[in-house]
Structure formats: C-alpha cells, structure tokens
C-alpha cells in the first residue's frame, strides 16, 4: 500500500500558475478596454478616441440612452457599448445613469460585460471620455470567452468564464489608469475563486503592464487545480506566438524538460547564491529571441492559510510568487514535470512506514545507520494521479500586492520562469501539516523553483527556527535547510541537521546527525524515473548516527549500499575519517580511519550484524565529549538480548590518560566506565583531574560526561590559576590561585562553574599580587565563570575562568555552640611583600564574597575588624587624635556590605564601631542605625601627613539615626553625624527641629545647638544657633 505522503510538489506549481492567473483575472476586471496582443499607444483605458463618445448632452434628459464606440483603427468594428435606462446630467460636468450596462469586445472574441443599478461619471467635456466615475449598487462584471459575432452579445444561455461582484462602490480615475472599491469584492472563475475588501488597481497604459493592485484585507482564494490540470492538457504543446493574447486563465504547460529563463548579460549576477543551487543539474541557459517579457511580483501578507485538498495545509506569515511574463502569457515550460518510479518489488517488513519529506521519504537502514529519504506514494512514470475537485483554498487577512519589478532580476527569476514562497518570521515558522497522511513540519521559508523542479527550505539555528519535516511512524528530519533536486534524485543539507525514524518495531528506529552538510542520493531508473532505491549517503561534520543505541561518530560517515537486496539488509561497508564506534552506554573506540563490515542476517529482513571493526591509528577510547589513552584498553561489541550491538563495559589500566573538548583531563592507575551512565571512575595514589586551569586530587574521582560534573568522595584538594588583577607590582605572567581542601566530599558542575566544598573547608584565594584571602567554613560554594559550552572559534583558546563569587556557611548544631563562617583579608607592603599593612577580619553566620565587585556582604549580624598600619620604619607620634590609622571594629544587627574597589563599608540596624588609633591610642566609640564608612582616598593631596600604602585606613565615616559619640569623656548626641579622619573632626547635625546636645564629664550642664563642629585634634567646638534648653534629638 502506498505510504504517508506530505505536501504535493506538483501541488506547489499548480498553485504558482493559479496565482498568476488571478492577477491577469483582475487585469481584465479592472482594464475595461479593448484588449489586444500588442495595445495601441493611447493612454486612455475606456474610449479609443473621443471623437468615438456621442454628444451626451444632445442626448434627451432623463430619458434612456445606448452609445456605440467602434474601434479607432477599424471603424467597422464594434468595440464596446454603454446604455442605461436613465441619463441625467447633475452638475459640474457629472452625469447620473441608472442601470447602465456596457459591453466591451476583444479583438481576439472574448467580451466583458459591466453592470450596476447607478454610475456617476465626471464628464466636464461630454464628447471627451468620462475623467473619473463611481458605480453604484450591485455591480457586477462578467467575462466570456466567445461571442456569436464581433460586437454581438453572447446569448443568456452562454455561461461567463469569470464573473466579479462588488459590495461598495467602484471609483475609477482615468488620468492614472486607477480603479478603487473600499469594500469586499468577489471574483468567481473556472480556476480562481478570489475575495477580498478595500481594492485599488493602477496600470500603465505605455507599458501595458500592471502597475499596482492592492487588496488591504484579505479573505479567501480557492484555485480549482482540476480545472488548471485540464485546461494544461487541453492545450497541448502549443508554441508561444509572436502576438500571444492575454487570457481570463493563464495556462502553465508542463514539459519534461525545462528550460530556464534566458537572461542577459548585462543582468548576470556572479555572486548570487540562487545561481549555486543544484549547479550541476541545472539545465544550459537557452537563447532566445528578442520578447516581451515582464517580471511580477505578488505578495499576501498576514494569517497565510493554504489547504490543500488531498495533500494537506500550510500556516505562515506571508507567501510570496515571482513570475517571467513572456510575450503576456507564462512560459510553457514554466513548471517541470517530475517522473516517479513504482514502489520497489522487494518485500519490506509490515512496521516499514516511509514518510514523506518535500516528496520524499525516510526509511530506516540497519544498525543505526540511517537511510536518505525516499520518495513518497510514488506515481509510475506513465500514470497519472487523481486530483481532489476542491483544489486549494488559500485565506489570509492583511494586503495582497501585485507590483512589476523594474530593477535588477531577482534571484527567484535568474533560473527559473517561476518562483513560490511562504515564509514566516515569527515562532518556529511556516507549518505544514497534512493529518490524514500524517504529516507534519516546519520552516523559516519554503521557495519552490518551479521550472527546475526544486524544493528549499530554509531555516534558523534555533530549536524554534530549525527545519523539521516528518511524518508519524515514519521517520523526522531536522536541518537549518533543504535543497532537493527533483530531477536528478539528488537531496543536499547545507549546515547541521539530523533525520530520526521510527517505525512499530524499536530496533529499526534511526538518527543520524551532522554540523557541516549532507548528500543523499536515490537511484534513477531506466526510464529516467525517480526511485526509492538508496545509493550512497555521506554525513560531514561531527556526525553521528544511531539505531537502537547504537552509534557512529566522525568527521566524514559513508555508507555503501547494495541495491540488489532489500533495504532493510543493503548496508555493506561503513567508513569513518577521524571515526567513533558507540554502544548504547555510549562507550566509543574511535581510530583515524576505521572501516566497519556488516554481515546479512540469516533472513534477509534483519538489520546486517557488526561483525569486524578495524582502526588504524591514533586508536582511543571516547565518548561524546571526551577521549581516553593508555597502555592497555579493551572494548567488546555484544548483542544484547533485545537485539541491539553495544558496548559493554570498556577499562583502561596504567598511564591512563584522559581528555575532553571541554579540556579536561584525567590521569590515574585504572579507570572504569559505566556506558550506560556515562560516568566514569578514577582511582589510585595520584589521581587528579585538570579542567580550564583547575585541578582536583584524591583517590576516588567519578566524573559525570552527560552532566559534565565531578565529584570528590573523601579528603581532597582543588586548586584554581586566576589572571592577577591588573596592578603596577604585579609580576608579568604570574598567576594567582584559588586553593580549597575539605574533609567530606566536593562536587564541580562545569557547565555553571560551581563548586561545593563540605566538611572543614578552609579555601585561600589570591585576588592580586599584595592580597592574600582565607575563607573558613563548614561549607563553601565558589561560582566561577559559567561555560554553558566548550565550541571553540577556530584555531582560537577557549576563555581563561575566573573566580566570581564564594558563599561561605556556618555550622550550628543544637546543643553547641555555633562556628561562624570567616574571612580574613590581609594587604602585604609592595616595599616588604611579608609585611601586612592591612587586615580585614569578617564573621558571620553567612558571608558573601563578591570577586569580580570586590564586595563583601554579611546579610545578618556580624563583626568586623579592620587594621590599618604605617609602613615607614620609624613613624613619629601623630598629633592627630584620632587618625584612620589604627585597629577598628564594626558590629551590626541586620547587614553589612563592604565594597573594596571603593573602600567603603554599609553598615545597618544597631551599628557600633569602636576605634583605636595606633600612634595616639585614643579611643573612640559611635552608636547609631546605620553607618556608611570610607577607608580609602583616591584624590593623594588630601592625604594625611603620614603616608600609607593600605587601602584599610579609615578616611571618614556618616552615621545616621540616634548616633551616640563617646570620646575622652564626653558624649555627643544626634540625628546625623560625620567623621573627617583627615581633618579630625566630627560635625554633628539633627533633622526637622531637633538639636544636638553635648554631654560632658566635667561640666553639669549639657549643650545643644543646631549643629556642632567637634575639632578633635585640638578639642574646639563651633556651634549653630545654641540653647540652654536640653532637648533629646529625636524628640
């Protein structure tokens, strides 16, 4: 029986033909005129000459009228008529006609007949042609395509070929060749039925071609392919005239052999892509004589719906043809004919479904190596298929547009008559469904070259944008495009892309994937007819095809098949450059070339069995995303018991040594693989685990292929290089490190850069050159920089990581006493690197640590010491009270961030800061809500007179809400206070009508003022508007 078919081919070019006809069928509905092969020169589309229009105002008012026009190059002949049953003029050159009816006749003996129940016409001359008009009430036009004698009406019986209703009134201009109707329209024919809303045509006389037609709203087309079909045998081979004349139904003639459009030198395009498609089966440009030749283009935009009767249904966004006009008719050779051979004579299984793709099918080949689609219900070359009356309806609800194109030949046109495209820009494209026979796919764009019989189907490196086509029980194919010669058989996936099948029985289903390109290649038969016979396939670019778990990897996979047997057993010979043998636990043995020979199975129906595999040099283990050396390694293909070939186990003993494309590498005493979870085991004194500048020791790693992970059980030790932050100490190519050693396990995700220590975990990082951190904690993550893949640009390294951030926990166990986190930073003298001249001391039950920010954060209570030391030998006594330098402590109730890029501390709820200065050794305590403190300065001329070189010196410090200050026995209180350690002082001010009051040991009275200025060094106060009254800030 015949197989699942998707989207007709031939369908493709009947709809192209039905769509240039329907722009022609609106030609003739809008022209109006007498129509000719070659048009004579006048610009006027309704009245050959004026002198040809009656003298309408000799014509009785009111009355009836009927006006003959003859042609004005044969006076004998009729060529067109207007009556109507009343005539008035209405003023400004306007006339009003009720029911008037005019007939127009062709040269060639078709005529036009237009009704309507009122026109209106502006005639300010009434022997000059009508200058614009208006049709009212049921209008109709009708079209036929003989009459019983030149100027003679076809009788009632005779049945129109097309006929045209419009709702709204019908404006036309006859200056600009314009025609108009805002509201819906409907046009009826033998092979198009069109509708629509809101029309304006615009043509060009001089060129006798289109110049615009516009349908702002769109609704339905139907194209009666049968008729279309019919009309093409009717006409048989007829050879193009010299003068062809315009027909209501363009006819598209298919021939088996095409011949592309001749096209001119001047307009010859060197780098165009379209010229590349299928090169070498392209047919010879022919020459031609000198013709008539306009190129159109005609687009329908917005909610593009195609069904067709019997094949299927298209979605897209817009749909686009382009169309050769040759002397006003489409070339016969336009749409090329396509042969298909019948189905094969040998005997395939019952679960063998084929599918089609583009008109062909996927079948599954055996083991795991997929077989090239085929065709689908394949015709014989002398039969002819059946079409569904009901053709294609085609909806769509925004403009359709016709235009001429003037410039440069499109690449649709160069080689081709005939061109059809849908396309959609948004979500995952174009759809293509067709239920009955079970298809279904999708695309970014479809383009049909109509005159080579070639498919393309483009798409997005998006899983969105990806092209799928498949086919249910059958098979699915996957590429970023398509190119499919119809003629020669033979199928082209340009980039990555992949085909599955899957059938009833799981041991035939398929895949095969590649990056670079694929070619599949059918058999044509003698009689030049299009087979389902496979003769070659070729995967380029990290391919891979599986069946059943099995699998094969490569840079290059080809496949020869035998033709003489059935095509579940034709594979014969596998080669593989730079190949990879997998099992289902996707264990691999990969050599430079490797040849695998299959042998047929008893029955003839199986799939062949592996039965030997060579590899010839460079031989190594691997599996999808790493590689595996040593002295001895072993690999075994077996048949399991639901019939498939894999791996079992594959072990490596002595100098093992293993590498990955997310560079990593292993060294061990043994290593053992599990395929079916793709984990693998190292083990032994020694073993450790490098990856981006990482290493990992311990005696028992298992590192994890699919999740890209590891894990330490037991003691171990990770040590990371991290680029120095840029500093004029730093030494030229030196290295900082990240060391972390832990007591219970580790685990390290590649992919996110994490890593989780547990257990005792003490990690010491080295930012920069003079910096040196200690994190200690009962457990610490460290995120470094994430590489959600290890693609590399060509011949480029992949990024040096860096360290991002560390999470440090406590430990509180009940019953005992909770062990906070802690970090201590230390800042060593460029002058004396053993010197520290700055530490920073912080805990917390959880610390965060920011490295690329330079920031520390507390998200709870916490303490933090900070200790700032001069570096020259012998510093005299300062007589600064309290200068930055010195030993101080933070404690604070709700959060703390320190940014050390800025050297300033965030401190809040419940904050205390308590300072002692190192060279006078005062001391100085402040309480408040929130405090926000300084402890460096970028601007040198406001330095201190004793020059540091730590950034850990306090330089200045604002406290804000219910700030306490105690110093050598007084005690300052207020809303808002600010610390100048440059200065030594501190200003102190309050918010709405609070004061600041000064409490002092050896006075009784306090002090209160608007603001204080407290000179420290010298213990002078300045004070704004004072007062005797003591009020507490705060109200």
């Not at 025609?179 to 006798?208: A, H, K, Q, Y």
Request: aromatic fraction near 4%; proline fraction near 7%.
């Amino acid at each position: 029986m015949s197989s699942p078919a998707g989207i007709s081919i031939k369908r493709l070019g009947l709809i192209a033909a039905a769509l240039l006809a329907l722009v022609f069928i609106t030609v003739i509905v809008v022209s109006m005129r007498v129509g000719s092969g070659t048009p004579p020169k006048s610009s006027d589309p309704f009245f050959a000459d004026p002198e040809d229009i009656a003298d309408i105002e000799q014509t009785q008012s009111g009355g009836s009228m009927f006006v003959t026009i003859v042609d004005q190059n044969d006076p004998t002949r009729v060529s067109s008529t207007l009556q109507a049953d009343r005539f008035e003029p209405i003023g400004e050159g306007r006339r009003r006609l009720d029911q008037p009816e005019s007939w127009i006749y062709m040269k060639d003996g078709r005529a036009l007949r237009v009704n309507a129940d009122y026109a209106t016409m502006l005639m300010p001359d009434p022997n000059q042609a009508p200058e614009s008009g208006t049709l009212e009430g049921s209008i109709v036009i009708r079209a036929y395509d003989s009459t019983p004698a030149p100027g003679t009406p076809p009788p009632d019986t005779q049945q129109p070929t097309l006929t045209a209703r419009f709702e709204d009134t019908l404006e036309f201009e006859r200056r600009y060749l314009r025609m108009r109707t805002p509201g819906r329209f409907e046009i009826e024919s033998r092979s198009v039925d069109f509708s629509g809303s809101d029309l304006t045509v615009i043509l060009n006389d001089l060129r006798s071609r289109i110049e615009l037609i516009d349908v702002m709203q769109g609704d339905r087309l139907v194209i009666h392919t049968d008729a279309i079909q019919n009309r093409d045998g009717e006409t048989g081979d007829q050879s193009t005239s010299s003068q062809p004349e315009t027909s209501t139904e363009i006819t598209a003639n298919i021939r088996p052999e095409s011949s592309p459009p001749a096209k001119p030198a001047a307009e010859t395009n060197t780098t165009n892509p379209a010229q590349n498609i299928a090169s070498e089966n392209t047919p010879t440009t022919l020459s031609v004589p000198e013709q008539d030749i306009e190129r159109y283009r005609v687009s329908f935009e917005s909610e593009i719906v195609a069904q067709i009767a019997g094949s299927g249904r298209v979605n897209a966004d817009t749909m686009t043809l382009w169309a050769a006009i040759i002397d006003g008719q489409l070339p016969e050779d336009a749409i090329r004919r396509i042969a298909f051979a019948p189905n094969a004579t040998h005997a395939e299984p019952a679960s063998e479904m084929t599918g089609s793709v583009s008109g062909t099918s996927t079948k599954s080949s055996p083991s795991g190596t997929p077989r090239a689609p085929s065709n689908t219900n394949p015709q014989p070359a002398t039969t002819t298929s059946t079409t569904d009356p009901e053709g294609v309806t085609i909806t769509w609800s925004g403009p359709m547009r016709v235009r001429p194109i003037d410039d440069q030949i499109p690449d649709q046109l160069i080689q081709d008559h005939l061109a059809l495209r849908l396309e959609s820009n948004e979500g995952s494209g174009i759809s293509m469904n067709a239920p009955e026979r079970g298809f279904n796919g999708q695309a970014k764009q479809l383009t049909y070259y109509a005159t080579r019989a070639i498919v393309d189907l483009a798409g997005e490196q998006t899983d969105q944008g990806i092209v799928r086509l498949g086919v249910d029980n059958s098979g699915t194919l996957y590429a970023e495009s398509l190119n499919a010669d119809l003629a020669s058989g033979l199928i082209k996936l340009k980039r990555r892309g992949s085909i599955t099948t899957t059938t009833d029985d799981p041991t035939q289903t398929a895949s095969v994937q590649w990056k670079n390109n694929a070619e599949i290649k059918f058999a044509i038969d003698e009689q030049g007819a299009l087979t389902q016979r496979l003769e070659h396939a070729s995967f380029e670019g990290a391919a891979i095809a599986e069946q059943n778990g099995n699998s094969i990897g490569a840079r290059i996979i080809e496949a020869s098949l035998d033709p003489a047997l059935p095509p579940v057993s034709a594979l014969r010979t596998l080669k593989l450059t730079e190949g990879v043998i997998s099992s289902a636990d996707k264990q691999m043995l990969t050599g430079r070339d490797l040849t695998i020979d299959f042998e047929p199975s008893t029955d003839g129906v199986s799939p062949p069995r592996p039965v030997r595999v060579s590899s010839i040099g460079s031989s190594m283990g691997r599996n999808a995303d790493a590689m595996l050396r040593a002295n001895e390694m072993h690999a075994t293909l077996v048949r399991v018991s639901d019939g498939s070939t894999r791996i079992e186990t594959a072990s490596a003993q002595g100098n093992v040594s293993y590498r990955d494309s997310k560079r990593t590498t292993a060294s061990a005493n043994t290593l053992q693989a599990d395929g079916l979870n793709e984990i693998i085991t190292l083990t032994g004194p020694g073993t450790k685990v490098t990856q981006a500048g990482s290493t990992i020791a311990g005696e028992h790693i298992t590192l994890r292929a699919k999740r890209r992970s590891i894990e330490v059980v037991g003691p171990g030790t990770f040590d990371h290089d991290v680029a120095l932050n840029e500093s004029e100490h730093a030494i030229p190519g030196q290295m900082g490190q990240v060391n972390a050693r832990w007591d219970t396990s580790m685990r390290f995700e590649d992919t996110l850069g994490t890593i989780e220590c547990i257990g005792a975990v003490r990690v010491i990082s080295t930012p920069d050159a003079l910096t040196r951190d200690t994190l200690k904690a009962d457990r610490i993550t460290i995120n470094l920089t994430p590489m959600p893949t290890t693609d590399r640009i060509e011949n480029a390294p992949l990024p040096e990581r860096q360290l991002i951030s560390a999470r440090a926990a406590g430990r509180a166990e009940q019953g005992k006493q909770p062990e906070p986190a802690s970090i201590e930073s230390r800042s060593y003298s460029p002058n004396n690197p053993e010197l520290a001249i700055g530490v920073l001391y912080l805990e917390g039950a959880q610390i965060l640590a920011d490295n690329q920010k330079q920031t520390l954060t507390v998200p709870g209570s916490g303490t933090l010491l900070v200790l700032d030391r001069e570096t020259k030998e012998n510093p005299q006594p300062s007589d600064t009270a309290l200068d930055g330098s010195g030993l101080t402590r933070f404690t604070w109730a709700s959060r703390m961030q320190l940014d050390r890029n800025v050297g300033q501390g965030v401190f809040t709820g419940g904050v205390k800061v308590d300072h002692k200065s190192l060279t006078s050794n005062k001391i100085a305590t402040l309480e408040t809500d929130s405090l926000t403190a300084n402890f460096a300065n970028s601007d040198p001329s406001q330095m201190p007179d004793q020059t540091r070189e730590s950034s850990n010196a306090l330089r200045h410090a604002t406290a804000e809400g219910h700030v306490r200050f105690r110093f050598e026995g007084r005690e300052l209180l207020s809303d808002i206070a600010h610390y100048d350690a440059i200065a030594d002082s501190l200003f102190a001010s309050t918010v709405d009508n609070n004061l600041v009051t000064l409490y002092d040991s050896k006075s009784t009275t306090p002090f209160s003022a608007r603001t204080m200025l407290w000179n420290l060094k010298t213990d002078q106060l300045q004070f704004d508007a004072p007062s005797p009254v003591r009020v507490t800030p705060g109200g």
